[in-house]
């Protein structure tokens, strides 16, 4: 899985549709202070499945939306999509169908988001699933924020332990061991419920 193209319409300050191609080889972002350069890496992180508002520098999730400027109003939605070459062949099963795999995340004032993976409406969490899967998402330790180094410098061996794992890509694994948990005790408590009916009724 290769990605081979960031779209960006409506996302903070790229009010414009705006393409970033990503070629062969190495791309290099540069500009001015402010220019958005971090934007396009939040951009990259959102589609991705990015639920946090913080990791995005917002308060809540809408601050993503272009909040409007001197010569242009607010918009009302932001979408962002990613386009990935899957030649190889490489996507996780169920999006691995054609060459080319296209992961679209919309959100819309008061709707919250709606995410298109291959062209099918999915969940947050499909997303999400779909890049652990492939050993990368919003929290891969291949996307460097600002300041995240002192931090790994700085952290406890249980926070360096789930970097060293999300790299690995078994952090999907450790997702779906959760939810497997969380209805292992659901089942447990309709049983103990059943047992309890069983008993008032003998
Ligand atoms: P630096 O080099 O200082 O780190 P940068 O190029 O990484 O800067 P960003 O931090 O990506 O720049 O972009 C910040 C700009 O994005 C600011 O001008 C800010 O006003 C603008 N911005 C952020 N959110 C929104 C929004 N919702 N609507 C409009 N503009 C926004």
């Not at 903070?12 to 540069?30: N, R």
């Not at 939040?42 to 917002?58: C, H």
């Not at 959100?107 to 999915?122: H, Q």
């Not at 497997?180 to 047992?195: F, I, Y």
């Amino acid at each position: 899985m290769r990605f081979t193209r960031l779209r960006l319409n409506g996302f903070k300050s790229f009010v414009d549709p705006t393409d970033l191609v990503i070629a062969d080889g190495l791309t290099g972002v540069v500009g001015p202070n402010g220019c958005g350069k971090s934007n396009l890496l939040e951009a990259l992180r959102w589609v991705m499945g990015e639920n946090r508002p913080t990791a995005m520098r917002g308060g809540g999730m809408e601050d993503v939306i272009f909040a409007g400027a001197a010569t242009r109003g607010a918009r009302n939605f932001a979408e962002v999509s990613l386009h990935i070459d899957n030649t190889e062949r490489l996507a996780p099963s169920g999006f691995n169908e054609a060459d080319e795999l296209d992961i679209v995340r919309r959100i819309t004032r008061d709707a919250g988001s709606a995410y298109k993976a291959a062209g099918r409406d999915v969940r947050a969490r499909d997303v999400q699933m779909l890049f652990a899967d492939a050993s990368t998402g919003s929290h891969s330790p291949a996307l460097v924020r600002q300041g995240q180094i002192s931090e790994l410098i700085n952290a406890r061996p249980k926070a360096r332990r789930r970097i060293l794992e999300e790299a690995a890509g078994i952090s999907g694994l450790y997702q779906r061991r959760h939810e497997a948990e969380l209805k292992l005790s659901g089942a447990e408590q309709n049983l103990s419920r059943v047992d309890d009916v069983i008993e008032q009724l003998a």
